[in-house]
């Protein structure tokens, strides 16, 4: 026998099966090229002169991964698809008298043109795109790039190890197929199987229970600390459920309304009805993989691009002033020494201070655990929602900062409520009462934002004695409070470069006189904030495409198996009279509710995540909820539109396969 | 008048990329009157399926015409053509064509739920000829759950169902073994006897020979047609095999 005969069959045969291989060899080529350029941008000698190179490096390793973890996942979910479809191909080679081994020679050749054509084609792509790629990424996190090409054969390296190791366990995989089947089965291939679902009742009860759960912990987690823990925990619930009601539960409810005779009994139900529960069975593993897929997408690129957006919201957050001067732990003498510094840096770079805000604190974590009782907190309460921060300042510092003349006796305090509620007109710390003297409505000094992780209160006392009872009554260590805090922020009329001088020579200063304070600025801080949460902005797009890519390719393929299932279908219900309209509407509705189902399902997720969600936002200082929300609604309309122009594409292939 | 009229058709099928037209059927002509019982035999490539396509306005003809009731069933516009088909036509096929998606009661119930009509009223009808047909005890199970003859007859019942002016049926026994031929054909006697006109193409003398008339056909034509009369199954099927062997061997006409 001719040398190449198996490898001008195994081009006969991609050729042949061009609807399959193509989209499959396309998608190759850009997972490869992804994966590629997310590895560049790692080793990227340009990332290297970036001030925050370690955290954007960590971030796009972790990308990285996330890329190679769902290529292996991927690849080998649709190659398992495409070998289901050919098992009628490799039975009648078998009847022809080819041997197993013939087959799998067969295979071993396809495998290698396909796997030579899409690495090196996904390669050569990915260095050509790697320029884009890095000048993309600087344009987000907005900083020059330099001109010059490399091409870091660490990464070519490690790719070209992945996919061949994808492609060599996907043959693998082909060939097993092969050899645990029987040539007559091998021929019936994808047609047997045809049974009715049975309703898995258990299956559904369990998937309601899981996404139930899973949405109610979504909706009733206050603490954001909280949210961390338990966010991880409610996702995979929902995950169980997608594919549980999926499955099994799309199967009961269909099953329901088939048992209802008046409704089934209509010529516009009862060829649905019916079809759509063999449809549900076929298809409810791939449609819950696109629903969960599609809910990571919009989650994920909604929150990253309200991130970068929020960026100067987070900034003003996280800085309530240009420029913050801190210590927690500071003596009176040190705090007037403090002061001095900042006088005379500030008018040595001859910049005005406004909006002087400083104030002498002590902040205690305790629990709230009914409306005006607190207690002490134990580390691992945390997570509580009854978590709360308090906030003590003596009235004197009260009276300085806000330009008042109060006085308090020493069972008196003013309360001012940044976050939380304490309803009644008595505090207590464990055993030791306050009554409230008066609720403050606003804090001038106050934008800085306690607000977002926990309760939080500002406590004016009348003197630091009474601050010590109440952190003797509220720690379990003994232990002596020590010093108070010292928060010294203020505006200047400077632009960026001299508010960032002025913070690093303020640092020096501070240092050089042996207090531990340190000094921030808004200024100062943006190139981080930007290149993390840019960065962030990054990864979000470039996986959201990378799981686009596979929604796409999954609906493509469902649609081409529907496609030759529903082909006799179509003929039968011809013969038997339905008009090619009545036909087309019917097939046409069932499929629209097949591939839209999911992306009802992944905005529903995202509705019931929307709560955790901000509150997580929160964490990351991002408490602009309007704004997360108008990214959610645009991000979900891009993608459903994204979404039914595939949809509009694939179904005409369908349309070609039935007619 | 005749139930059905078939005045010289015509099909010729042209190839796509301007190929030699194939001739499937070039004059045929007959009539059918109610209440008869109508085998068409003829040979792989003779034009039966062809013809009876037609018939059924699944394809149309090149040329002549087909009047069911004196209508002529060719200038029934593509939007009644479905309507037209699941009122007055019956159809049973060699492969049974029973959707496997649903129950055998409701592959019976099909036409009539896209002819709108209430469950009960469908119900009644059902009993009705389930009884006739044997099959009450698999309505509520599945194609693949089923023997042939048992789909064969589900393919009957659901053919019935509507009352059709004609049944047509192609190669009715073709996937039937002895037992389950034997029962298709007496059933079909059965329902002739009822009064239901029956037109069905075969290649198997044994179910030809139950029918009451026997239309031969040979490159695209009529070639030759035998009456039963008051002759007994086994002589008509004497005369449909002499008549074959004749066709076969290139002898002349039987007259």
């Known amino acids: 026998m001719n040398k190449l005969f198996y490898p001008k069959l195994a081009i006969n045969n991609i050729k042949k099966n061009s609807k399959m291989y193509i989209p499959y060899i396309l998608t190759c080529i850009g997972t490869i090229m992804m994966f590629y350029n997310m590895y560049f941008l790692v080793l990227a000698k340009d990332i290297g002169s970036l001030s925050e190179k370690e955290s954007l490096r960590t971030l796009l390793f972790l990308g990285t991964v996330v890329t190679g973890i769902f290529s292996v996942i991927f690849l080998f979910y649709t190659n398992s698809f495409l070998i289901k479809n050919r098992k009628k191909e490799f039975g009648l080679f078998n009847i022809l008298g080819m041997e197993k081994k013939h087959v799998a ?72 197929q ?50 961390i823990n338990i966010f991880f925990v409610a996702v995979v619930l929902v995950m169980i459920g997608t594919y549980c009601l999926f499955t099994a539960g799309s199967v009961a409810v269909l099953k329901v309304l088939r048992n209802n005779k008046k409704y089934y009994y209509k010529s516009k139900h009862f060829i649905s009805v019916s079809g759509m529960i063999y449809r549900m069975k076929q298809n409810a593993v791939g449609l819950s993989n696109i629903c969960i897929l599609s809910t990571a997408v919009i989650i994920m690129i909604s929150t990253t691009i309200s991130m970068y957006i929020g960026m100067e919201d987070v900034l003003r957050t996280r800085y309530p002033r240009n420029i913050i001067v801190e210590d927690t732990d500071i003596s009176d003498e040190q705090a007037v020494q403090l002061d001095n510094i900042i006088e005379k840096q500030t008018s040595m770079l001859d910049v005005n201070i406004m909006n002087v805000s400083r104030y002498r604190s002590i902040s205690i974590a305790a629990m709230q655990n009914d ?40 069972d008196e305090a003013l309360l001012y409520v940044a976050s939380g509620d304490i309803p009644s007109n008595i505090i207590s710390f464990n055993n030791f009462k306050l009554s409230i003297k008066e609720r403050l409505d606003s804090l001038y000094s106050e934008k800085r934002n306690l607000v977002a992780l926990t309760n939080s209160y500002f406590v004016v006392v009348d003197s630091i004695e009474t601050i010590n009872k109440i952190y003797d009554e509220l720690m379990i260590e003994d232990g002596d409070m020590g010093e108070l805090s010292y928060y010294y922020g203020f505006d200047v009329n400077a632009d960026k470069d001299v508010q960032i001088h002025l913070v690093s020579s303020l640092q020096n200063a501070i240092n050089n006189s042996g207090i531990n304070a340190y000094a921030e600025g808004a200024e100062s801080s943006r190139s981080t904030f930007l290149s993390i949460y840019g960065g962030l902005f990054f990864l979000g797009l470039f996986l959201g495409f990378l799981f686009i890519m596979a929604t796409v390719l999954i609906i493509y393929y469902k649609q081409i198996a529907e496609g030759y299932d529903d082909k006799e279908r179509f003929e039968i219900m011809q013969k038997v009279g339905m008009s090619h309209g009545e036909i087309k509407k019917s097939i046409q509705s069932q499929i629209l509710t097949v591939f839209f189902m999911p992306l009802v399902a992944a905005v529903i997720h995202l509705a019931f995540a929307f709560k955790v969600i901000t509150k997580l936002l929160l964490l990351l200082n991002l408490s602009n909820i309007p704004l997360f929300a108008i990214c959610a609604v645009i991000t979900i309309f891009v993608f459903t539109i994204f979404y039914a122009i595939v949809y509009a594409l694939t179904a005409r292939t369908y349309y070609k396969i039935v007619s | 008048m005749p139930l059905l009229e078939v005045n010289n058709l015509r099909k010729i099928y042209t190839t796509r990329f301007g190929g030699n037209p194939v001739q499937a059927l070039s004059n045929v002509s007959f009539s059918i009157e109610k209440g008869e019982y109508i085998a068409i035999m003829g040979e792989s490539g003779s034009g039966k399926t062809t013809l009876l396509n037609i018939l059924a306005a699944l394809d149309k003809p090149t040329g002549g015409e087909i009047l069911l009731n004196g209508n002529n069933i060719s200038l029934i516009n593509e939007k009644e053509i479905s309507a037209f088909r699941r009122d007055n036509l019956g159809f049973v096929f060699q492969d049974f064509n029973l959707l496997d998606t649903f129950s055998i009661q409701d592959n019976i119930f099909l036409p009539l739920v896209l002819a709108g009509k209430s469950f009960d009223e469908m119900n009644d009808k059902l009993k009705h000829i389930a009884k006739k047909l044997e099959i009450s005890d698999i309505l509520l199970k599945f194609p693949y759950e089923i023997s042939g003859g048992q789909k064969q007859r ?30 298709l054909l007496k ?3 059965e329902i002739n006897d009822e009064g239901q006109t029956i037109l069905m193409v075969t290649h198997s003398t044994k179910a030809a020979s139950h029918a009451k008339r026997v239309l031969f056909i040979r490159d695209g034509e009529v070639f030759h047609q035998i009456y039963k009369g008051t002759n007994s199954n086994e002589e008509m099927y004497q005369k449909i095999s002499d008549t074959l062997t004749m066709i076969a061997t290139g002898g002349g006409r039987n007259e």
């Open chain 1, 105 to 176: 020679s067969i295979m071993f050749f396809e495998t290698l043109f396909i796997s030579i054509l899409s690495i090196l084609t996904g390669i050569l792509a990915g260095i050509l795109f790697s320029k884009l790629m890095i000048l993309f990424l600087f344009r987000i996190i907005n900083f020059e790039v330099t001109f010059g090409f490399e091409i870091p054969i660490k990464a070519v390296c490690y790719t070209l190890l992945l996919f061949v190791g994808i492609f060599t366990l996907n043959l693998g995989y082909n060939i097993f």
């Open chain 1, 371 to 410: 409306d005006s009782n607190f207690i002490s907190a134990e580390s691992s309460s945390y997570i509580s929602k009854n978590m709360s921060m308090l906030l003590f300042v003596t009235i004197d510092e009260y009276n300085k900062m806000e330009n008042k003349n109060l006085s308090l006796s020493s």
């Open chain 2, 154 to 183: 589900t393919a009957i019942a659901r053919a019935l169902i509507t009352n059709p002016q004609l049944i047509l049926a192609d190669e009715p026994t073709g996937a039937l073994d002895s037992r389950a031929t034997e029962g």
């Open chain 2, 187 to 189: 059933i079909f006697s």
């Open chain 1, 178 to 227: 092969v050899y645990i089947s029987k040539p007559v089965e091998l021929l019936k291939g994808s047609n047997i199987g045809e049974k009715e679902p049975k309703t898995k009742w258990i299956l559904t009860i369990i998937g309601t229970i899981c996404l139930g759960s899973g949405y109610y912990i979504a909706l009733t987690t206050e603490s954001p600390i909280a949210a």
